[in-house]
């Protein structure tokens, strides 16, 4: 019986140092997953709210040249798409939409400006 307990307490350490090198060797591994998985999601986050600035910029500079310039349909379309692509990255209420439609159609930079601050607080400094 002696025997039988020193065969399962030997084989009990070996089995304890052979789980825990086992673990040691893996955990790297595990840390590095975890790690890349939230370096994609940063990365994910980081393009959105850059893609969120652009959509901005674009309807900045696309109603500074509407304008200044004499307005024409080509700048009045361009000028509604930018406005459009806003709604894919901004919370816009109908109130805001309204300024914003009310500024291009009426050239009313205080409104713009307006609307384009409110817009600005959304975006995520980064």
């Known amino acids: 019986m002696k025997n039988f307990f020193d065969f399962i307490s030997n084989n009990l350490a070996s089995f304890g140092l052979f789980l825990v090198s086992i673990i040691t060797a893996c955990s790297p591994i595990f840390v590095a997953l975890i790690n890349n998985k939230h370096d994609i999601q940063n990365k994910k986050l980081e393009m959105y709210e850059k893609s969120k600035q652009d959509a901005l910029k674009h309807f900045i500079d696309?109603?500074?040249?509407?304008?200044?310039?004499?307005?024409?349909?080509?700048?009045?379309?361009?000028v509604l798409s930018a406005m459009h692509s806003?709604?894919?990255?901004?919370?816009?209420?109908?109130?805001?939409?309204?300024?914003?439609?009310?500024?291009?159609?009426?050239?009313?930079?205080k409104l713009l400006n307006s609307a384009v601050v409110s817009l600005s607080t959304q975006i995520k400094k980064l």
């Open 86 to 109: 806003l709604l894919i990255y901004f919370d816009i209420d109908d109130v805001l939409q309204n300024n914003l439609l009310d500024a291009i159609n009426n050239r009313q930079h």
């Open 62 to 78: 696309c109603c500074s040249k509407y304008f200044t310039v004499d307005p024409n349909e080509q700048l009045r379309v361009e």
